[in-house]
Structures are given as C-alpha cells and as structure tokens.
C-alpha cells in the first residue's frame, strides 16, 4: 500500500499544471530509445496500458488509451493519469489530440480506469471507471470506491463528465474490484459487461442495462459455462459477430495448462450463441486464448462504418517490466486486427489499411535444406511477410527473425513437422523480458500440409499469424538495430518456401 | 537406404578384427572432450544407447548397452555392433569387460538390438533381437527380418548364443518392426514383452510366454487402454511393483501435447492392476511421461535381491545430434534408480549408493529476494544436490546451474509460484541441442507449499527431481569447464532456501 501511497503525492490533476520542460525532458528521453517503433501506436513518453473508447465517430477512429505520461518521471516524480486521445481516417496514420480525459474529480480524482465509447446523436458516449480510494490518511486502510462514469464527447472533442455516478461500487457481495465498462447497444437498448469480483475471490462479467444511459440497472452476472475462472476479470467485451455470441475478457490468476496460460495474466474469449440480454444466460463452449503470444492485454472491439469489427490491444501485460522503462515509457499497441469467425473460432487479420504503409516488396521463392539461407529484405524491421510453407517433407523448418549478421542472434520460428507444433523462441534475442515466464510460446500445427503465415514486424515487435489468424502470436522483441535479418533452414528433408515482403513506411 | 547400405560395407563381426590402433585412435579422441562425465556411465568411443540385459547375477549388478565403439571412426570407417557389458558390486563402480555380445551370427548380422537378462539356474539368459536384412544387393529392396535370439551366459561371462531363433519376424499382421524382449518370470512361466508395429502401421507391445525358454507362444498384444498411440512402440518393459501391474514403454510417433511428448520420442508408462497374462488384458489408466527432460529412452529395470526396482536409461535420444560427437562419442546412462508407486504414480529416486561417491558436503539456508545469492559449493559440477524451497510468498524462485561468474550462462529452473509452473530452460547454456524440439521442458507444481527438489549434476548432465521424484527431468548440458556456479533469487517477494550439497567423487 505504500507505493500506491507514494504514487499518489505527487498528483497533479491536469498535465498543464506540470511545468512544460519537465514533460519535455520526459519525452526527450524517450525519443532516443533505439526500439520506438514504426507504425505501431506508442505513448510519446510514459506508460501506455489499454487501449479504451475505440471506435468512429464524426468521421473518423477514435482510440483512447491508458495513459501516464509522467509514470518514469524523477526529481520531482509527477504522477497524472487518464485517458489519451488520438484520431485516424485509415486506422494507420493518428493525429495526436493529447489529453482526452483527465483524472480530476471526485469520481476519478485515484485514476480515470479503462471504459468504452458509442457514438449517440452527434456526440461520442464515453462510459469509464473512476477509481478512488478512502481513508487515504491512513498507513493501509484504504478502500476501494469503484465509480462508474458517464461522459460526453463533442465534434470539437470536448468532454463534459457526469457528476452524477451510473454505478457505485462496491456492490453488495461484490469486492471493490469492478471496472472496465463495455457498452454496447442492441434493439434501442444501452447495455454494457464490466469486470467484477466476488466476495469469494472469484472473477466474473456483470451485465447491465439502461435505456437513457443515465440509469442503469443491473441483469446480472454473465452466465457462461466458464464462471469459476481466475480470481478477476479484466477488460470484458461482449458482441455478436457472424451469428455468434462472444464475450471476450482477460482473467488473472489462472496457472499455467500445458503451453496455455504462460503470461503472468491472461487474455481470451468465450464464443457460442448470442447472450440472452434478458438474463445474462451464455450458452457457450471453452475459454480459447485470443493471442498466445508473450505480450497482449486488455483487448477491445469496436464496429466501424463498413461493418467491419475491429479489434485493437495493448502489446504489453501489468507489472511486466520493459526494458523501454530505461527510456521513461513502455506498451504499445498491436496493430488493429479485422475479425471473423470460421469453424466455430475468432480468427483475424491486420486490417487491409495495412496496405497504405507498403513501400518496397521482395519476393523469394526457395527450395530449404540444411543450408541457412537468407531471405532478401531491406534493412530495418518494418515489414509485412507473407509467408507459404511446405515443410511436410522435412523433420521441421525454422525461420529466424531480427538476426545479426552470423545469426547467432534471433527471434526463432520453429514449424516442427514431427510433432506437429509451432514453436516461436525469444530466449536468444537481445534484452530478455519476463523469462521467468518462459522463453517459447507454442501451439498444435498440422504440418503435413502447406500453411499460410503472416508476420508484423516492426522495430520492437512481431505479431505472428498461422493459417489465416487461426493461432495468433503478438510479443514484444528488444534486439540491437543491426539485428535486422532473415534466415531460414530445414532440417532432415527439404521445405518449400514462398515469401512475400513489403517494407512498409512510419506512421504519421 | 543408401546411408545403411554404405554403413554395412566396412562391418566388421567382431571388434578384434579391427587394427588395435583404429580403436586406440577413437578412444583417444574421445578422452579429450571436455564434456566427459564424472560418475555416469558412458562409453569409451562410439555411440552408446538402450541399456541392455541389466540383472543382478553372480553376485553383481550387470549391465550391457547398445555399442558402436567405431561408429564415428573415419578412413577407414568400421561399423562394428554389439552389447558392451559392465559389472559392478554397487551400482556406482563400473568394471568394463568389453564387448559382451557382437553381431557375429546369421540371426543377428545386421545389429545385436536391444533385450534384456534373466538368471536361470547358474546362468544368465539373455534375449535379444538379432537384426538381419534380405536382399541387401538391390539399392532400395531391402526386407527387415528380426530374429529374437537367445543366449546363456555362464559364471565366467562367456556368451552362448542359441542358434534357433525364438521368435521370427516378421509376424502375420505385422511389420519388420519387432523388437526389444524384455523377459520376466511369473508362476515358473517365462514371459516377455515386445515392441511390435502392426501392418496399420501402429506400435503395439506383444506378449509372449513359454516354459522352457525354447519354445515361445505368442499370447497375443497387451490390452491396454492406450493401445493405439504411435507408430511404434519400443524397449516395452512390464513388471509388477507395489501391488501394480506397470507397462513402460517408448512410443514413437506421438505429437506434441501443450508441454507433453516434445522429445523427438517419447518414454512413459501405463499403469493399473496388474496384468492377466493369459490374455493380455491390462485394465490400467492414461499413459504418463516418466521422465520430462530433454534426454532420456530405452528404460529397463530390473528387480535386485534387496527387492528394490532399479531403473536405468538411456540419457540421449535416438536422431539427435550431440556436441561429443566431435569427440567420436555420444550418449551416457542416467544415474540408476530406485522405483517406488505413490498415489498411483511411479515415484523415482536416486539408489541409495549414491554415498559411496559422498566427498565434502556444503550446506546452506538462505532467504532470497530479486538479489543474486551465490550458493557455495566446489568448483565442478559432480554434485548431489538437496533443496527445500518454500517460495509461496513470491512471484517465482529461480536457480541457476553451471553458470558463469556474471551468471550470463546458466542451465535454468523457474518454480514459478504464481504459475504453480515448474520450468527447466536450456536455452543459454552452452552449445545448443535439439532447438528445434524446444528448449523449455515445463510440468505444473503446486509452489503454496513448500517443496523439496533433488539434483544430481555431473560434467554435463543434470537430473532435477521434483517432491521426491513425482516429476523427473533428465538432460544433457555441453557448457564451459569453468562453468560451475550456483545462483539463486526471488521476484516480487521473498523465498526460503535450505541446500544441502554434496560433492561426488568420480565413478571407479
């Protein structure tokens, strides 16, 4: 309790109370990182955690995020907090707006916590946590106050807060952990799910409802198959995609099963019918992990205008430290994935904007054998692979990424053909980030036939696709910039590989 | 094919038949490698594999293994095939008699294979599988014809092979592949178990019986549950230990299963009541790992007159490359062990007379927290380690073996208590071996209460028992000489250690 205590000091409401060179030292700091990525949306300096209110409005995507900008801030150490603002026309190019909500009032004076965003009449509802403490005099009887906050946004992007609360907790036989609102609207009613937990140290999603947005009523707990799982539920969503229902959450607290369940907290969703709004009734199947990769949280979806649904994440995971934090920030966010469900899963694909970023392509087809050979890109990490492989004839074949001139440095993609599994390896890979987590990530492969993957790279990230986004990898990858390389080999037997690579431009 | 035919041009029937210096040359190599191990068997020169005949006969423990002394000899090279054959009064001390059977007959002209011992009488029985090809003059139309051979060993260790074969292969309905008798007794009948493919190409173990070691029926394949699994099931051995019937075998061919099975081959064990060996039929529940490292097949036990079931194994797999090669040799066994069955498991610990190796002892008790401890202990890494870890008021514990100064290098083990994970990572010490097959071999651990962990460590290889021998991870490691360090810290909380070390001496 005493480090919260001390964060909490040197609070400052608005970022315009701190004097203008010590957030420019902040952010100085932070421009000379050798891993600031290219395309990929990252705080200017900070920490950037998940990303909230996304969605389209007034003619363009709106992402928020959580946002500290002076988190690594020293002598004096300012603490502030909210939500960030930015704006896009192609999901790929964000105009900076700065300071979308701040944390200063009653109702969010400890921390302006995650929440959602929906468009109505001309103005953008925004619906959040604030989170408060009481008894903060005290050493460590503090008590969480958990509001959940209304807000509206203009098309000047002005935002006027509720000062009436829409929910208070805690809720009676509920803890203070409920938060992270995600409102959706079906048949002209508001609804959203919000992450809660039970007196019994248990997680799970709450339902509600209102039809004015202002008063809410409470459905109930998420009935799904899966309630007795993890000790919290963060970052909910429920929506219905190609005639199904999915709730999408990340559970913390959850042990490792086999190669599932290796982060320090996990991210996933269950699918099944379409929830009954009435009861919270979810007939549904198991818990699927969204992204097995190292570094994902706190997804959530948005609906745009072409009917597409979108999904967007933090590419980092809580109390995981970053090697970035040297640089006074950390977290970015994946790039935003297009959805859709195929044979009962979620699968997805970086969305077609992608494209505005392609610059030069390189082609390669190769025959692999034994031999390392190295396939022909240019020299930074900014890329779109598209990758066919045959390795059906072969023990397994190996694709190493962000590799040093004699490849003894590398980000290591196995597809071992024998056992039938993917296997990606971070262990040999420049700064090593919560090895105490393991150092592979895997998944079950049918190798015996030609597999499509799809690799986002950028300077300090790769975010892996298998067979068209059915398994997903996403991770954080901290190697010097001359690690700019790509080899591949087989291994007792031969792989056919046809590769496709753009490099692809910085955002704007 | 081409590479067997040309490996059968320079056979030889009998080592003698090789110039003294070809051998002498080998052995020399050999005796350079800086990888050589300190108490565990392993060969002189060449390759060894699968134990063979292990028996307590004689008054003395016997252990043959698979032997090609001349398996890596160059211009000329000789592929010379047999059984080396060991004895000892203790389990630790190891007396070298040389070749104990060669590949010398019609029966078994193309490879003595594995098998097993039996005392009868004043003599040791021996069955084997004589390995034979027809029609070796064509290119690529070679047949497989497997011989089980019989053998009486006498007092003074002079080998009798009996020149009818027990069984011919291939059986109707079945493959070539049809292998590795282990031989039992049980109501004055003869039993044993084969590895056996059908024509469906699954493996299978067959049981066989007879009443006076000539002349052999077929009872017919085990009726296990887990009958099929795999293409081929290797070095079955089946026995009876605290009122269960246990089959172990090697099953090939099986894919990865989240943490399980990622070895090129598996080993593992059915166990159940024991076995109607009339039938076959063994009523018996799922097929579990024996041991979970990344070396480790071809077990056998054997029953001594103290009572105790002895494990031995093979501490290498079949197909993987190993850096002593180099050296012109491979593969050592484990440390023997003794079996015991605790809640329906098989329970492994090291044999008692491992003490006879006891030199200075080192102990410690330590509380950890995020700053490296150094445990102490001697300057090389031939060592029996006993731990009591209580490391449930932090996020993890991590120890690291054969380690360098800086501790950049290290074999290590994450007990992962958040994860209630067990994870043994192999990824940074030394040369690489089977990357492809994963560097991390992980088991779920239950870390609220506190556990106790054994290790034996020697040169280049350390076996980590987990709560007496519930979880086993065997593996090899080909790290600097100067690389004997122990180190040791907690994160996000802090852990208790006791160590209890042992140094051990070299095996005589």
């Keep these: 309790m005493t480090n919260r205590r001390a964060n909490f000091i040197n609070m400052v409401k608005h970022l315009a109370d701190v004097p203008e060179k010590n957030v420019e030292r902040e952010i100085n700091l932070t421009k000379e990182s050798p891993y600031r990525q290219g395309y990929h949306v990252e705080s200017e300096s900070g920490s950037l955690g998940d990303p909230n209110g996304f969605s389209y409005f007034n ?24 939500w960030k603002h930015l704006v896009s026309k192609n999901l790929v190019d964000w105009q900076d707006l700065g300071a979308g909500i701040e944390s200063d009032t009653v109702l969010d004076k400890h921390g302006t916590y995650s929440g959602s965003a929906l468009p109505v009449g001309d103005q953008l509802f925004l619906m959040y946590t604030g989170n408060t403490w009481t008894n903060t005099e005290s050493e460590d009887d503090w008590h969480r106050v958990p509001y959940q906050v209304g807000a509206m946004m203009d098309k000047d992007n002005h935002v006027e807060k509720w000062m009436q609360p829409l929910l208070t907790g805690p809720l009676e036989g509920y803890t203070g952990h409920f938060r992270d609102p995600k409102i959706f609207k079906k048949n002209d009613e508001y609804y959203a799910v919000l992450g809660i937990q039970r007196e019994n140290l248990t997680g799970s ?85 969204l992204d097995k990769g190292f570094d994902f949280y706190a997804m959530q979806t948005m609906r745009d205008t072409k009917g597409r649904k979108i999904l967007m994440a933090w590419m980092g995971l809580p109390e995981i430290k970053y090697p970035t934090e040297k640089y006074h920030y950390t977290g970015c966010m994946i790039f935003p994935r297009e959805l859709h469900v195929k044979n009962g899963l979620i699968v997805q694909k970086p969305v ?23 396939i022909k890109a240019e020299e930074n990490n900014r890329r779109d692979i598209k990758l066919e492989l045959d390795c059906s004839q072969a023990y397994d074949t190996v694709l190493d990424l962000f590799a040093n001139e004699d490849n003894t440095q590398h980000l290591r993609l196995i597809f071992n053909h024998k056992k ?88 704007r």
Aim: a negative charge; one cysteine or more.
């Design 205 to 289: 999603a709450l339902l509600v409802k209102s039809s004015d947005l202002h008063d809410w009523q409470i459905v109930g707990e998420v009935k799904a198959k899966h309630e007795d799982f993890g000790y919290m539920w963060e970052c909910p969503d429920y929506y219905e995609l190609d005639n199904h229902g999915v709730l999408e959450f990340c559970p913390q607290g959850l042990e490792s099963q086999g190669n599932k369940f290796k982060n320090i907290y996990q991210n996933g969703y269950l699918i099944g019918q379409k929830m009954n709004l009435k009861s919270g009734e979810f007939n549904c199947g198991h818990f699927h992990e």
């Design 352 to 374: 077609d904007e992608i494209k505005d970023l392609y610059q030069e392509e390189y082609d390669s087809e190769l025959t692999l054998d034994e031999k390392l050979v190295e």
């Design 420 to 507: 039938q599994e993917f296997i990606v390896n971070r262990s040999n890979c420049g700064i090593a980030i919560a090895e105490t987590y393991g150092v592979e990530r895997s998944c079950h492969l049918n190798l015996d036939q030609k597999i499509i993957v799809r690799i986002l790279q950028d300077t300090s990230s790769a975010e892996i696709f298998l067979n068209d986004g059915q398994d997903v990898f996403s991770m954080r990858v901290f190697t010097a910039k001359d690690n700019h390389r790509i080899f591949a080999s087989s291994h007792n037997g031969s792989a056919k590989l046809r590769a496709e690579i753009h490099q692809l431009r910085n955002r």
């Design 59 to 82: 003619h363009q995507y709106h992402l928020f995020y959580q946002w500290s900008p002076l988190a690594f801030s020293q002598t004096p150490h300012y603490t502030q907090h909210g």
